[in-house]
């Protein structure tokens, strides 16, 4: 199998809020310091990427962020008129069909269209050459995803309409798109979650209807924001035994010691989780610490593309 930095797509897909935009950028990050040239895109309402990065707003032209490091943010009107600018090649009639009002609000109920348009955007960074040296463009494109439900209809929708429609231009693009997501030398998909009960179980169920309903190569497992421990096994005995024999008078020690115990037990909790994931995912395990930081800023990111280089070298880790 290849690995993660050996792949030229690569994919972050989880719930709501989990850390996808962050996982995103600190791979893409890890990948620019191997000396790749990278390309960040991230899809949807927000644009984030331009506060971790300390740069100017991110748009549908992509900035160089950090060196070899070049991010882009894409909403689906865009990579419509991108879309239909290459292949109309017609900016007049591109103006005069989609930016009509009527049409433009006809185009948005087409189910999957938005799906294909942003992921056709994705695919066209991926295999874009160089016209003067006949390489790609770029080593890597890392897509920040939009959080699943979205997620999966989002990748499926090749695979949607390459089997509803029998032809025609659409569908040729969907084939190629759905063959690109689907090439193990290329693409990986990998889920990101935080390590707490609700979005472990659904990281669970995800990855079940993923081997079930899609054909995309899965990577890794991103445990986001784990408890680094403050106390080996023996230590968190102690501390517990004393929190038992220390007067509970809500003095200073009295508190501390309650918050060594809250402490040793959440970072039981999160080991209960992380092995539960090892269990019940069948994927290797990238694990990122929690970072308590005021700013979540180009720091925070940098320290997180450093804990991921480090793991995914060995292939990934396990408890
Ligand atoms: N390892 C971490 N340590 C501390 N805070 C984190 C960590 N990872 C993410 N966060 C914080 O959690 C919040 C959500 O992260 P992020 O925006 O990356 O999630 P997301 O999955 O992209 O969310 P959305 O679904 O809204 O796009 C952010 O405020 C981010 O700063
Ligand atoms: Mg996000």
Do not use: C
Not at 24 to 40: C, E, F, P, T
Not at 124 to 143: A, F, H, N, P, Q
């Amino acid at each position: 199998m290849k690995g993660l930095f050996e792949r030229r797509f690569v994919i972050q897909t989880g719930k709501g809020g989990v850390g996808k935009t962050t996982v995103s950028a600190a791979i893409a990050l890890a990948a620019s310091r191997r000396g790749k040239r990278v390309l960040l895109m991230e899809i949807g309402a927000k644009e984030r990427g331009s506060r971790l990065f300390g740069s100017k707003p991110l748009s549908f032209e992509p900035i160089e962020v950090e060196d070899n490091l070049f991010a882009i943010h894409v909403s689906p009107d865009q990579a419509l008129e991108e879309y239909a600018v290459l292949k109309l090649r017609l900016k007049t009639l591109y103006r005069a069909v989609f930016e009509n009002r009527f049409v433009r609000s006809f185009l948005r109920v087409i189910p999957g269209l938005n799906e294909l348009t942003l992921l056709g955007k994705a695919w066209y960074e991926v295999t874009l050459k160089d016209s003067s040296t006949g390489r790609y463009r770029w080593d890597m494109v890392v897509v920040d995803a939009p959080a699943t439900g979205h997620g999966i209809f989002f990748l499926k929708i090749p695979d949607v309409i390459t089997s509803a429609l029998s032809g025609g231009p659409m569908v040729d693009e969907a084939r190629q798109i759905a063959n690109l997501l689907g090439d193990e030398k290329t693409t990986m998909l990998n889920l990101v979650t935080l390590v707490e009960e609700m979005p472990v179980n659904e990281t669970i169920e995800l990855k079940a209807q993923l081997d079930a309903e899609l054909n995309v190569p899965l990577g890794y497992v991103v445990a986001n924001s784990v408890y680094p421990p403050s106390f080996d096994a023996e230590e968190a005995a102690r501390v517990r035994e004393a929190r038992a024999s220390h007067p509970h008078d809500g003095s200073v020690g009295d508190r501390l010691l309650e918050a060594g115990v809250f402490r040793v037990e959440r970072v039981e909790l999160q080991t209960g989780y992380l092995e539960r994931i090892d269990r019940e995912v069948d994927l290797p395990q990238i694990r990122v610490p929690y970072y308590f930081t005021e700013r979540f800023d180009f720091q925070t990111i940098s320290k997180i593309a450093d804990d991921i280089d480090r793991q995914v070298d060995g292939g990934g880790q396990t408890p």
